[in-house]
């Protein structure tokens, strides 16, 4: 039980001793830094329960707290705030008994656990990952590590959308301008090469387009007349009618994009438990329709084709199978979800995906738990803003993407420059500089991303990202070397709480900063949102850098004292690296 928690227990006794009220909430904040005190009750919301004014409420509840509760010291009353200071030994005792917790703030996963799949990435086989994938998976992964550290089973996976028009664009594209290269042949990344004939077939189209315009028809018309696409349309309809030289190149160039995609992944720092591709979901869901249909969840029209009507919801009709009995998206999103719980027995689901599918999301949900699913009721939408750069709009058919992989090396090269330039690297081999470049980069890449809500559109900036001062990556991942430094020349011992004496102030604020990191990790869990995490390391890091500044550690003659400040720093370094860890964030020994 938390101080906060045992002290909100001693109110609602003292309340119930003293005026034979029972309070159902007590409310508290934090104290504000021109008062005495580190917790601070509130007691303006009681004073409908009890007939007095706020100051003697207050100092009524003090001394009763004082008198009962060993960690609270003593207090002072401001109007209606009750500020509490709590003892030393609190503080101390807390350190004792987590500083050989090397896992400090995760929670074990119980026999009880509940399962959760992640869905992130999803991208489709027509072209390399880019900056909004990025985005999407650092979030589906950080929240799926920040599930896990909160007491849940997860199972991280994917959707490969690799069927469609969008591949038999870069497939026709490559049988008419390809000349039979490879990624063998040409020593180009299996997806950057498929993306680059879907950014040819898009040149082309586009000029057949010119052409028949020129020749009198109008653009509409000329888009639809276009050989090339209806080329593509052919192409598709082979697939579907399962043609053997279309199915054998459909493989092939796939499987060069699932090879890029695997590489960008283990240099991203993600992983994925299970792959699920959409040639072989896209006709899940009809059976479910048919179900429906008998159950009046959906409905029939004149056309054959099958809709569900949302509007008492405040939504509309949604169609979830076409006339001609084709799937929709809808349709296979609901067949998915159906396998996908079948397969792991999954008690929720979490979808990472960009926030123009917020509508899809209501109405996906809404129609499983119409159907009768109880684990709908589980089901999330982790939706998040477009990523953009001082450049302005990508766009994957005109091929000005902004790449991962390009994205990821020059992080690793700015933080090249910047380090080289702060000449912190004296003594490195070649190959432990090229290291450290790639994880202050990426670690830079990463934290810029993750410590900003994700419903919030970013403005992605490289170079302010790597600065070694504020709220960025390599500046967490500095301190967290200075405390490795500091530990190198002396691992410290136990120490003796009487002998410490008295805590200086810096030394609090670390002790109470490092006892809010479970309870952080078990909101970020609730609230899906890494930024959470990241921004109480940052303010952990702010308030070390402060106690560092402010008291000596190795140079402190007092062992006790000395011990004790080597445990708090390397309690720190825990919190730090366990914290990083769960937004994909790794830290360096040395820096």
């Not at 992130?120 to 909004?132: A, E, F, I, W």
């Not at 849940?152 to 026709?172: A, E, F, P």
């Not at 039979?180 to 680059?196: A, M, R």
């Not at 933080?415 to 202050?440: F, H, Q, W």
Request: hydrophobic share 40%.
């Amino acid at each position: 039980m938390s101080v906060q928690d045992h002290i909100e227990e001693a109110v609602k006794k003292a309340m119930q001793q003293l005026f034979d009220v029972t309070l159902p909430t007590v409310e508290f904040q934090a104290t504000r830094k021109d008062f005495e005190g580190d917790l601070t009750l509130v007691t303006f919301p009681m004073l409908r329960y009890v007939k007095t004014n706020p100051e003697q409420l207050g100092a009524q509840l003090g001394d009763y707290l004082v008198a009962n509760v060993a960690e609270v010291a003593r207090y002072n009353v401001v109007k209606g705030f009750l500020n509490l200071v709590i003892t030393d030994t609190h503080y101390l005792s807390f350190l004792k008994d987590v500083q050989s917790q090397t896992t400090f703030g995760m929670h074990p996963i119980g026999a009880d656990a509940s399962t959760i799949m992640v869905e992130y990435s999803s991208p489709n086989t027509n072209k390399p990952l880019h900056l909004g994938h990025i985005r999407n998976n650092l979030l589906g992964y950080s929240v799926a590590e920040i599930l896990k550290a909160a007491g849940n089973k997860v199972v991280k996976t994917q959707i490969i959308n690799d069927r469609g028009i969008h591949i038999c664009k870069s497939m026709l594209a490559w049988q008419k301008f390809g000349d039979g290269e490879t990624p063998e042949s040409t020593g180009i990344k299996g997806d950057k090469l498929v993306g680059n004939y879907y950014v040819a077939f898009d040149k082309a189209y586009k000029a057949e387009i010119v052409q028949i315009v020129a020749n009198g028809k109008t653009e509409e018309e000329a888009k639809k007349e276009a050989p090339i696409l209806q080329e593509a349309q052919e192409l598709l309809r082979k697939w579907e009618a399962g043609d053997p030289d279309t199915v054998a190149l459909w493989k092939t160039m796939n499987q060069w994009v699932y090879d890029g995609f695997e590489e960008t992944y283990k240099a991203l720092g993600v992983d994925f438990d299970k792959n699920y591709y959409e040639s072989n979901t896209y006709l899940l869901g009809k059976d479910v329709v048919a179900e429906g249909l008998e159950k009046g969840v959906f409905y029939k029209k004149e056309d054959g084709s099958v809709w569900i009507d949302l509007t008492d919801e405040g939504l509309d009709e949604k169609i979830v199978l076409r006339a001609d009995g084709t799937a929709v998206y809808m349709t296979q999103d609901i067949g998915t979800a159906i396998q996908r719980v079948k397969d792991f027995a999954i008690d929720g689901m979490v979808y990472t995906v960009g926030n123009e599918q917020d509508y899809h999301f209501k109405v996906l949900f809404l129609i499983l738990k119409k159907l009768g699913y109880t684990w709908a009721e589980h089901l999330y939408h982790l939706s998040y803003g477009m990523v953009d750069l001082p450049s302005g709009k990508m766009k994957s058919r005109e091929g000005t993407v902004v790449d991962a992989d390009d994205l990821m090396l020059q992080m690793t090269t700015t933080a090249e420059k910047i380090s080289d330039e702060l000449g912190k690297l004296e003594g490195y081999t070649i190959e432990e500089k090229k290291e450290l470049y790639r994880i202050v980069g990426l670690g830079a890449l990463k934290y810029y991303i993750l410590k900003v809500d994700p419903r919030k559109r970013i403005l992605f900036n490289p170079e302010e990202s790597v600065d070694f001062q504020g709220n960025t990556g390599p500046f967490i991942q500095y301190t967290y070397a200075r405390i490795q430094s500091i530990l190198r020349k002396d691992q410290g011992t136990d120490f003796d709480e009487e002998k410490v004496g008295e805590l200086h102030s810096k030394e609090k604020e670390v002790v109470k900063q490092l006892q809010l990191f479970p309870e952080t990790i078990q909101q970020a869990a609730e609230q899906y949102s890494p930024a959470l995490i990241a921004n109480y390391i940052y303010e952990l890091v702010k308030l070390y850098n402060s106690f560092y500044q402010s008291v000596p550690i190795l140079a402190e003659f007092v062992d006790d004292k000395r011990n004790f400040r080597i445990q708090l720093s390397k309690q720190v370094a825990h919190a730090i690296k366990n914290g990083f860890a769960l937004l994909g964030i790794k830290v360096p020994e040395r820096m």
